[in-house]
């Protein structure tokens, strides 16, 4: 894992300071530079590296160059399927000098091209790629995006890299806010555009590459989620199938020369990883007041395993504490509690390991959220809901519309959703405070609270309009799915995920985001997954193959968080109020309002936990990147004292 930037940029004359200057940007991503850090500088291009070492310790210096020298790679991500790939461009008479899987993308661009050797890699990767003799910079970001890719273009200035932060360093960035994205953030609780909250700051979508050539910028598109459902293959046979298919993906991601560690909670995700994987070390994070335990549950099988379990309590002090320096990391605000227990694993688990595997990816891939549709306890609801769900498309379509008018009452979102067309539904803005309601703002909420330079039409549902034509013909649970995985996933839960574990120089890997394991979950009928007995079914038929029975089918907590607890406490109460009341925030907010808000939640007359968070961490981000930036880096731009230590000790290679 390691962080990359490049620019291409003729007016720059001093490229090699401007290419160090952005390389310490993104040092956390790569401490072990002195054993493969560097950077390449051609015409007006300049490309930078910062390593840590996973595979090849000692060798795999990156930038890497072909036999001749004429093409360079810098990379960051793993290659699963490397070990096979290099057989075969070794037949074909490529040279190699490392045993890192980076080389496998140039040699494979010299053999098949970009496209061609896109079609054949398993991992997870962002790269760049330049060749002298075409005067072309190339790129590619993996199928799911789980590694970050940014870009920047104004005039002459193209800037591309791991982390926007590095953007900050380079002469010629300007640095605006993007007005637009301020609202879909506080219906999302993140920003879910193509262009970041940094102005003319693109996130290169999964899934593509690029090519830049005299100034002009060609992206491609090599994969996307496509659903060809296989109702012939039975539900053992599909059961079979998922359990061999996810446990390859687990073995492939277990290749390291470094040790290699799991996230444990009790929800059946990391409990499947972790049961194959059987790593010494799994790690876990528990919160002082609650709201649940999830730690407990998840000693009992670490134990049952015989692994050496690691557990950390987090209390709000410390969770207040180091909060902006978590924003800080993720280059645009995200107000996804779930950073919170995640900053303190990957803290916990890097003082061990160096790579850890974790269970994101199987809930959009095997139908595992609430959305879906299996979201009510109440037997009844439940049935009369699966009943309505039988009834002729545009019956139950009117029928949804219908419902969706009617006053709130216990099962109206269950009945709605399994009713409505999704395009229409998935995010209802009519239920605000319902838990299972993704929405945090309604694009009226969001528009009132807002002062009128931020203020505009985007809603959350119009944002997906476009995805959702592109499988207007799937089953309608795929359709949600595929919403997710181009949305929430994409857009929340990875970029936390590889922000969070690389702000502490931690390799974390996600095998239920594997190319193979999507496209075996594609083919399952929505009716395997999401059914009478539970959501993910056959899927956790699989795990039962490896766990206990209740551990395969405890339902979904998420990271439990209690944010609520602490927005109710004066201690941290008063943090957010203070935040609020700086004179600046009146360019963003209606401030009287933003007051008022806070106090009705802390007084319980509105439960307004979430549009108070997602406020907070927005002015939080603000106030690092747009007002005292400098200060922000002195204090953040390190890293991290369980890394450093390592590397002191000597033990970090």
């Not at 075996?520 to 395997?528: D, F, K």
Request: aromatic share 12%; proline share 4%; charged share 25%.
């Amino acid at each position: 894992m390691c962080g990359i930037i490049a620019f291409s940029d003729p007016s720059v004359l001093d490229k090699e300071t401007t290419i160090k200057a952005m390389m310490a940007m993104i040092k956390h991503r790569g401490p072990n530079s002195i054993h493969g850090g560097g950077q390449y500088i051609h015409d007006d291009v300049a490309l930078g590296f910062q390593r840590l070492s996973i595979i090849d310790l000692n060798g795999g210096a990156q930038p890497l160059y072909n036999e001749d020298r004429t093409v360079v790679i810098t990379f960051n991500g793993e290659i699963y399927n490397y070990k096979a790939l290099r057989t075969e461009l070794q037949a074909a008479g490529h040279v190699f000098t490392t045993k890192a899987d980076t080389e496998v993308l140039l040699h494979g661009y010299e053999e098949w091209g970009m496209a061609g050797t896109l079609a054949k890699v398993r991992g997870m990767f962002a790269y760049l790629l330049y060749d002298e003799h075409k005067q072309t910079l190339y790129g590619a970001r993996d199928f799911f995006g789980i590694k970050p890719m940014y870009y920047y273009q104004d005039g002459d200035t193209f800037i591309v890299g791991s982390e926007i932060k590095a953007f900050l360093k380079h002469p010629n960035f300007r640095l605006e806010l993007n007005r637009q994205a301020l609202k879909p953030y506080l219906m999302n609780q993140y920003n879910d555009l193509p262009e970041t909250f940094f102005k003319n700051v693109y996130r290169f979508p999964a899934g593509h590459w690029f090519e830049f050539k005299d100034h002009k910028l060609a992206t491609h598109q090599y994969w996307d989620a496509s659903y060809n459902i296989d109702y012939s293959r039975s539900e053992a046979d599909t059961v079979k199938a998922i359990d061999e298919t996810v446990t390859e993906s687990i073995r492939l991601h277990n290749v390291a020369d470094v040790p290699v560690g799991s996230f444990l909670s009790e929800g059946v995700d990391s409990s499947y990883v972790t049961a194959v994987l059987k790593p010494k070390e799994v790690f876990s994070v528990n919160f002082a007041n609650g709201p649940f335990d999830e730690a407990s549950v998840a000693k009992e099988l670490a134990d049952e395993k015989g692994l050496n379990f690691n557990v950390e309590t987090v209390d709000g002090d410390e969770a207040f504490h180091d909060f902006a320096e978590m924003q800080y990391h993720l280059d645009e605000p995200d107000a996804n509690p779930s950073v919170i227990p995640l900053w303190y694993l990957c803290r916990m688990a890097r003082r061990k390991v160096t790579v850890a595997l974790s269970g994101e990816g199987a809930d959009e891939l095997f139908a595992g959220y609430v959305n879906y549709g299996m979201h009510t306890k109440k037997e009844v609801i439940k049935v009369f809901a699966n009943a309505l769900s039988k009834l002729p498309r545009g019956v139950r379509y009117s029928l949804g519309r219908g419902i969706k008018k009617l006053p709130n009452f216990p099962g109206k979102v269950h009945l709605y959703t399994r009713t409505a067309k999704p395009s229409e539904f998935y995010v209802g803005e009519a239920f605000i405070y319902d838990p299972a309601q993704p929405t945090i703002f309604t694009s009226a909420q969001a528009n009132g609270l807002l002062q009128p330079t931020y203020q505009n039409d985007l809603t959350v549902n119009g944002i997906y309009q476009r995805d959702f034509k592109k499988v207007a013909s799937a089953e309608e649970v795929k359709q949600m799915q595929y919403i997710d995985l181009h949305h929430f996933m994409l857009n929340d839960i990875l970029q936390k995920a590889d922000k969070i574990s690389m702000a502490h120089s931690l390799e974390l890997r996600v095998p239920y985001l594997d190319v193979k394991v999507a496209e075996l979950a594609n083919t399952i009928p929505s009716s395997m997954l999401l059914n009478s007995k539970g959501s993910k079914w056959a899927f956790r038929q699989a795990a039962e193959k490896h766990l206990p029975s209740d551990f395969a089918k405890r339902p979904k907590l998420g990271f439990p968080v209690p944010v609520k607890t602490w927005l109710h406490e004066e201690q941290y109460v008063s943090v957010v109020r203070a935040l609020f009341s700086e004179d600046w925030v009146s360019e963003f907010f209606d401030q009287p309002k933003l007051l008022q808000l806070l106090k009705d939640n802390q007084e319980d007359k509105v439960d307004g936990r979430r549009q108070v968070w997602t406020v907070y961490t927005f002015l939080v981000w603000y106030k690092m990147f747009f007002r005292q930036f400098d200060d922000t880096v002195a204090q953040y731009g390190h890293v991290q004292p369980e890394v450093q230590a390592l590397m002191d000790s000597g033990k970090l290679v």
